[in-house]
C-alpha cells in the first residue's frame, strides 16, 4: 500500500491522522482482507463511524433548533417528525454516497477481482460504508476528540451542495487546454481575520474565489464557478448576446444542445380597469431557482418577455430595459398580479 494516497484523503477530510494505517484500513474491503493476510476490514471502523456520524447530526440539529427557555425546558422549533426526517436525509445512503462520489474516494477502495470486475465501488451502499469508516477511523485516531470528528464531518457533509465532480471536471478540462491552475489561501485582517480561496488560470485570464472556510470545499467551490463561467461563455458563441425577439427560440436552442433542460412556460390571463387582457406568461428552468415572468397585453410578447428575462438570468446578464411602449406596461412590477 505504498501508493496509498493518505497525503491527498487527510487534506481532503481536514484531519491529519497520527496512525495512518487506521486512515488505510478505512478503505480495505473485506473481500480484499479475507484474500490478503496482515489486512484487517474496515467494518468495525464503518460501524463507530455510523454512532460518531449520528452523534454530530443529532447534537448540530439540537444547536441549531433547540434551545433552553426561561423556565428551564426544552424547546425546539421542529417536531420531532421533523427533526427524524432531517437526521435521515443527512445519514441517508444516498447523500454519503453523493458526497464520497464528489471526491471520487470510493476509487482508492482495496478490493478483490471480483467486487473489482462487478465495479462495486460505485454502489451507493459501498460509497456511504466508505464514509462511515472514515469518520470511524478519525474517531478512533483521535481518541474520540468531537471536535476532530466534528471538523471532518462538517468538512465532508459540505459537499452535498455540489451536484457533479467539478474538481475533475477542472482537471480534465485544464489537461484538455493545456494549462494550469493555482489556487491559494488569502487571509484578509480587518476588524476580524477573514479566510479566502482563490483559484486562478493565468494563461485564460480566469480568477474565481471562495469563502467557504474548508480548504477542500472551497476548491470544488472555485471548480464550480469555473465550470460555470466556461459553460455560459460556450452557451453565449453558440446562441450570441440574448435578444427579446428570438429569446424563446435562443433557449430552445440550448435546449437542443444540452445546455438545458426543456423550459417551461405557463400562462394567466387578467384584464385591466377597461377590461382589455393582460397575458402573464411564467418560464421555468430547471436550471435556476426563480421563475422570470412577461406581462404583456399580447400572449406571444409576454412569452418573449418571460423567456428573455430567464435567458438573462441564465447567462448571468442584466436585461436590457426597452424603448418600446408596450413594456412599459403599469402591470410590470404589480404584486397583485404575482
Not at 10 to 30: C, D, H, M, P, T
Not at 67 to 94: F, G, P
Not at 132 to 158: H, P, Q, Y
Amino acid at each position: 500500500m505504498n501508493d496509498f494516497p493518505s497525503g491527498h484523503i487527510q487534506k481532503l477530510i481536514g484531519y491529519n491522522f497520527k496512525n495512518e494505517r487506521l486512515l488505510q484500513q478505512a478503505f480495505v474491503r473485506s473481500s480484499y482482507a479475507k484474500e490478503n493476510s496482515g489486512f484487517l476490514d474496515n467494518e468495525k471502523l464503518e460501524f463507530y463511524g455510523d454512532a460518531a456520524l449520528d452523534y454530530y447530526i443529532t447534537r448540530a440539529m439540537y444547536n441549531q433548533f433547540s434551545e433552553i427557555t426561561e423556565d428551564c425546558q426544552l424547546y425546539s422549533e421542529k417536531t420531532e417528525h421533523d427533526l427524524t426526517e432531517i437526521r435521515a436525509y443527512n445519514v441517508d445512503t444516498e447523500s454519503l454516497a453523493h458526497c464520497i462520489e464528489i471526491t471520487g474516494l470510493q476509487n482508492y477502495l482495496l478490493m478483490n477481482k471480483s467486487d473489482i470486475k462487478n465495479k462495486v465501488q460505485n454502489s451507493p451502499g459501498v460509497m456511504a460504508d466508505l464514509f462511515e469508516a472514515i469518520v470511524g477511523a478519525v474517531a478512533v485516531d483521535s481518541e474520540w476528540d468531537f471536535d476532530e470528528i466534528s471538523n471532518v464531518c462538517r468538512t465532508m457533509l459540505k459537499l452535498l451542495s455540489f451536484d457533479i465532480n467539478y474538481l475533475q471536471w477542472l482537471e480534465d478540462w485544464c489537461n484538455e487546454q493545456e494549462v494550469q491552475y493555482k489556487f491559494n489561501k488569502q487571509i484578509t485582517y480587518f476588524a476580524t481575520l477573514k479566510k479566502r480561496f482563490e483559484l486562478s488560470i493565468r494563461e485564460l485570464n480566469i480568477q474565481v474565489s471562495s469563502e467557504i472556510p474548508d480548504e477542500y470545499p472551497a476548491l470544488i467551490d472555485c471548480a464550480k464557478q469555473v465550470y460555470e463561467l466556461i459553460e455560459i461563455s460556450e452557451m453565449k458563441q453558440i446562441i450570441g448576446s440574448p435578444d427579446r425577439n428570438n429569446a424563446i427560440m435562443q433557449l430552445n436552442v440550448l435546449y437542443q444542445k444540452d445546455f438545458i433542460e426543456e423550459p417551461k412556460y405557463s400562462f394567466e390571463e387578467e384584464h385591466d380597469d377597461n377590461g382589455n387582457p393582460v397575458w402573464i406568461c411564467f418560464c421555468e428552468l430547471n436550471e435556476l431557482d426563480d421563475v422570470y415572468r412577461g406581462i404583456m397585453s399580447a400572449k406571444k410578447s409576454a412569452k418573449k418577455e418571460a423567456a428573455y428575462e430567464a435567458l438573462c438570468a441564465l447567462l448571468n446578464m442584466s436585461p436590457i430595459d426597452t424603448d418600446d411602449d408596450t413594456y412599459e406596461d403599469e402591470y410590470w412590477f404589480d404584486d397583485d398580479l404575482d
